[in-house]
């Protein structure tokens, strides 16, 4: 049998349930497919934000599991999220919320699923590749997209393409590859995603 919070704690609980529920109340209304973005907080943010030009630095998918909206998103590792905290991560809890001009329906969104399955539990992608070894977050997302409907959502780059010069960049470059940078590696950017005219604007926060 549960036992009741003590008077000690009793009022920081209520306050815990305030929060929680208020946070639910403000969640948007998602369908599954549709595609969320978020300032990350993330050591890395900075420098997608910066080669990329770019305010969205993290992405996930909106996937239903016994009712309830989740983001699956590529962290390490790709993981289901539950929507309130995954929007509560994000810096100062912004989001925007974006689907596809025409929604997916019942068919299509049992495609997408399908197409989650083989990616969890995947390493986060640090590197960037264009491989399904690991993966980062709007790789993922992309490749649902392309496997599940046959859509590209955005179109992928070749590293080379992005702002490269800018310091932040140049350390996290020399981090993760040291001399050798695969400049002709694809990569598809979260602002690829963000900006395609595939999608609308559903919400934000």
């Known amino acids: 049998m549960r036992r009741a919070p003590t008077p000690l704690f009793a009022p920081l609980f209520a306050l815990l349930l305030a929060a929680s529920a208020a946070a639910q109340a403000r969640l948007p ?12 907080r993330s050591s890395q943010s900075q420098a997608i934000q910066r080669a990329t030009g770019s305010r969205y630095s993290h992405m996930g998918v909106i996937l239903h599991r016994d009712g309830r909206p989740y983001v699956f998103e590529a962290i390490d590792p790709v993981s289901y999220t539950p929507l309130a905290t995954w929007i509560a991560r994000g810096e100062r809890g912004h989001y925007v919320l974006k689907r596809l001009r025409t929604p997916p329906d019942a068919a299509q969104q049992a495609r997408l699923r399908a197409q989650a399955a083989p990616f969890l539990g995947r390493r986060y992608d640090l590197a960037f590749e264009w491989s399904d070894r690991r993966i980062y977050c709007s790789e993922l997302a992309w490749k649902l997209y392309k496997r599940g409907l046959g859509l590209r959502i955005g179109q992928t780059r070749p590293l080379r393409s992005f702002r490269l010069d800018d310091p932040a ?27 395609s005219p595939l999608l609308r604007t559903v919400a934000s926060g």
């Open 169 to 195: 960049v140049k350390a996290k470059l020399r981090e993760r590859y040291g001399k050798r940078v695969p400049l002709d590696e694809p990569v598809i950017a979260p602002a690829a995603m963000f900006d």
């Open 29 to 40: 209304a998602v369908r599954d497919g549709d595609l969320i973005f978020q300032v990350s």
